[in-house]
Structures are given as structure tokens and as C-alpha cells.
């Protein structure tokens, strides 16, 4: 079952902050974030493996409630850089079932 | 850091052609995926591979194959290409928890 992922697309300016969340009907142990941006491969971002647990990457950070089967993905004071598809994935069995994305664009 | 590469960044092939895509990983991971990315429908898992000659469906397995006779290497088949196989095709290499590091992809053209 594919994770949900809110909002679709977010537009911000630089220094402004965001929020992506990620939902899943189905259990989860563990929730990956990945983006990608234009013209280019996705790039893995970090995994949150224990409920509530909370990770960072530079201004990036995300947190897991394993219990509500959500993660969101903090971005803070948003850089010009942060622009890209933002993608949630969850495990199911040796595969990760990604999210649709969502579109950040950062204008100055 | 992990490196995943493709043979081909831009490809070009006609309708019926036999298409080889291949990919290779130096960090010694079991899993390698192939996906296929399309404006609109995301990421989608075409084959993956948890060793060597093992090989599973993805959810669009119609119309490829794959192969993995050395562990750093899944390569992806199309058997006769045709017009609505045009994407971006995108290797990646699964780490111990499953996270995924993606090759630069390869933008196929079928005409």
C-alpha cells in the first residue's frame, strides 16, 4: 500500500519553513526520506527507524509516530538548494513503496 | 559513499528493438532494483534482485526482464521495445536497512 503524502506541491520563500507529511494505512517500522531534484536521481535522505525518533540533514529534520503511522519531514529557513521532490518510502519486505512526492520550490 | 552507475544516460531505440540497460554497484549491497519514472505516476518497481540470479516482480513487470550474474551488476531487458516504454529508467542499490541509492537513471527513447 502506498504511503500518502501531503501537501502535493508547497511553495515557499528562502528562509521560510515547511512541513511534508507521510501516512501509511499499513504498520511501519521504519520511514525513509529521499529527494530528488530537477533532472536528477533521487537522493536518500535519512531513515527514522524507532517511533518519535527525530533525525537532521544540515536544516532538515523529520520525526516518526510509529503509533499514528506518520512521519513529517521538517524543512527550516528553506535555502534555495531545498527545491526538489520530496519522497516518503516505507519497506515492504526487501522493496521500499515510495510516496507520490511533493514539490518544494524555494524562489528568493 | 556508495556509487551506482548506468550505461547510458540518454538512449534512443526503435519499436521491436532488444534494449539492454545495465547498472552497477561497488558496495557490495545483496538488493538492486530497477524503476521506472514517469511524469505524474512517481516511482515504479519493475524487477528487483536479492542475490545473485534471484530475481522478483515488481508492480510493471510486463514487458522486461532481468539478469544478475555477478552480485555488483542487474542489468534490465527489453525484450521488443515499443513507444510506451519511453522514461527514465533508474537503477538503485539497497543498503542494510533497505534505503535506497539510485543511479543517475537513463532517459530511453523509443521511436
Known amino acids: 500500500q502506498q504511503p500518502v503524502q501531503s501537501p502535493q506541491a508547497v511553495i515557499l520563500r528562502e528562509g521560510e519553513d515547511a512541513v511534508i507529511n507521510c501516512s501509511s494505512s499499513?504498520?511501519?517500522?521504519?520511514v525513509h526520506w529521499y529527494r530528488q531534484k530537477h533532472g536528477e536521481a533521487p537522493v536518500f535522505l535519512m531513515i527514522?527507524?524507532?517511533?518519535?525518533e527525530q533525525k537532521g540533514h544540515d536544516k532538515i529534520s523529520a520525526s516518526f509516530n510509529e503509533k499514528k503511522q506518520q512521519s513529517s519531514l521538517y524543512l527550516t529557513a528553506s535555502q534555495l538548494s531545498y527545491s526538489g521532490t520530496y519522497f516518503c518510502g516505507t519497506p515492504l519486505g526487501y522493496k521500499l513503496t515510495f510516496g507520490k512526492g511533493t514539490l518544494l520550490t524555494v524562489n528568493p | 559513499d556508495v556509487k551506482v552507475t548506468q550505461s547510458s544516460r540518454y538512449l534512443v531505440k526503435r519499436t521491436g528493438e532488444k534494449v539492454f540497460l545495465e547498472c552497477v554497484q561497488d558496495m557490495d549491497h545483496e538488493n538492486m532494483f530497477w524503476y521506472r519514472q514517469d511524469p505524474g505516476l512517481g516511482l515504479r518497481l519493475i524487477y528487483f534482485?536479492?542475490?545473485?540470479?534471484?530475481?522478483e516482480k515488481g508492480d510493471i513487470p510486463e514487458g522486461y526482464s532481468v539478469s544478475r550474474e555477478k552480485k555488483e551488476r542487474f542489468s534490465l531487458i527489453l525484450e521488443s521495445a515499443s513507444t510506451n516504454q519511453t522514461s527514465m529508467y533508474l537503477c538503485a542499490s539497497g543498503g542494510a536497512y533497505y534505503e535506497q541509492y539510485f543511479g543517475p537513471g537513463t532517459r530511453l527513447t523509443v521511436t
Open positions: 499499513k504498520a511501519l517500522y521504519s
Open positions: 534482485s536479492y542475490d545473485v540470479k534471484m530475481k
Open positions: 527514522l527507524l524507532k517511533g518519535g
